[in-house]
């Protein structure tokens, strides 16, 4: 029998100044069975940082030929790749066929090992970019995450400062390309 994913409840009072966005936002997040706490917490970042009309989480893991997120057009035209962890190349390269923009947002210990061995090829990738989240900062904010929750969420300046009401973190992501 196949396990289950764990459901996450979030509403998100979203004031993103470096794009002028401010939204509440009412989110579901399926954390699938072989996914962290960490990767979950950094896919409903991703989405805070790049919040749209069209923007929607895909079944990510479970599915090799779709993002974690992506933005389509009202013409149903991918408009946004978004990719969580430590994609191959290959996948990246198909990706920037696909998409126009093409975000990345890593976020584990073994980031910069990852960035060192695979940053050049792709660097070179047309309308790619990159970001960096440390991990202590990732654990900070995975502890105030749960099955049920309200954060508030400010971006300013690129520094993402959270709030659940009992406790507060704040995490700058590094553009790495």
């Not at 994913?5 to 399926?30: G, H, M």
């Not at 290959?90 to 947002?105: E, H, M």
Request: aromatic share 8%.
């Amino acid at each position: 029998m196949a396990l289950k994913p764990t459901i996450y409840k979030a509403q998100v009072e979203l004031a993103d100044s470096d794009r002028n966005c401010f939204e509440s936002l009412s989110l579901t997040l399926a954390q699938h069975p072989s996914e962290t706490l960490e990767r979950m917490g950094v896919r409903l970042l991703a989405y805070c940082l790049n919040s749209a009309r069209g923007l929607e989480f895909t079944r990510g893991i479970s599915t090799a030929d779709e993002p974690d997120l992506w933005l389509h057009s009202d013409s149903g035209e991918i408009r946004h790749w978004i990719e969580v962890g430590h994609p191959e190349e290959p996948r990246l390269r198909k990706a920037c066929g696909r998409a126009p923009l093409v975000s990345v947002y890593a976020f584990a210990k073994s980031t910069p090992t990852w960035w060192k061995i695979n940053g050049e090829a792709i660097g070179a990738l047309p309308h790619l970019q990159v970001w960096q989240f440390d991990w202590a900062e990732i654990q900070a904010m995975t502890a105030m995450l749960s099955r049920t929750m309200t954060l508030n969420v400010s971006i300013v300046g690129g520094i993402i400062y959270l709030d659940n009401g009992s406790a507060s973190t704040s995490l700058e992501p590094q553009q790495l390309c």
